[in-house]
């Protein structure tokens, strides 16, 4: 290698150094700018509601079944016609998932009946000890939509499970 090979190698790298300069920078100002998630990414599960505000949960223990790392517990209760959470005959009284435990592989969601439980959009967890890891039903369900009431809800004659809709997770 000559001189003239070793000087150009030097101008090479000083103009890869300054074209980079011109570049806009890929910095994301995280938190204040967030960046969009993929359509099939798999973030904090949400228990959902149907649009009466009606728990989709019944409790079958499904999700937990189906879990690989045992990260869900549900203990399952049955609805009255004075305290009704969701159609049919039972809901989720005790919902938990222990995010230390999640491995976010979606199983959970395929093994729902009802489509109750989607991994969603939010990838923001932390926590500082083990036990803030366990979310339970009062942080996972969704709030009730417009038009819907909270549940309980008192109902007449019982409440017929509905036909399963679609449910399209929304991305910003
Ligand atoms: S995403 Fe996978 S590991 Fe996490 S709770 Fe669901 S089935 Fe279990
Ligand atoms: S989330 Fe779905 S699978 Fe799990 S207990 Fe509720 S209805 Fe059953």
């Known amino acids: 290698m ?7 190698a030097i101008f090479k790298g000083y103009w ?4 980079q300069m011109l570049e806009k920078p890929v910095t994301i100002q995280y938190p204040e700018q ?11 599960h949400v228990l959902k509601r149907y649009d009466n505000g009606l728990e989709r949960c019944i409790g079958c223990a499904l999700c937990a079944a189906a879990c690989p790392s045992g990260a ?3 203990e399952a209760a049955e609805n009255t016609d004075e305290a009704r959470y969701s159609p ?6 005790v919902y938990e998932i222990n995010m230390s435990r999640c ?3 979606g199983y959970c969601m395929d093994a729902c009946p009802t489509q109750a439980i989607v991994l969603e959009d939010n990838y923001e967890l932390s926590f500082t000890d083990r036990r803030q890891a ?3 039903k ?14 309980p809800q008192k109902t007449e004659g019982g409440v017929d499970m509905p036909p399963v809709p679609q449910v399209v997770v929304k991305r910003e």
Not at 2 to 8: L, Y
Not at 88 to 93: C, K, L, N, T
């Open 2 to 8: 000559s001189v003239f090979d070793d000087i150009s």
């Open 16 to 19: 890869t150094t300054f074209s």
């Open 34 to 44: 967030r960046r969009k998630v993929r359509t099939r990414f798999r973030g904090r």
């Open 72 to 74: 869900i517990f549900v």
């Open 88 to 93: 049919g005959e039972r809901y989720a009284r």
């Open 103 to 105: 491995i976010f592989c």
């Open 134 to 136: 366990i979310y339970t």
């Open 138 to 151: 009062e942080m996972l369900l969704e709030p009730v939509p417009p038009g819907g009431q909270p549940t």
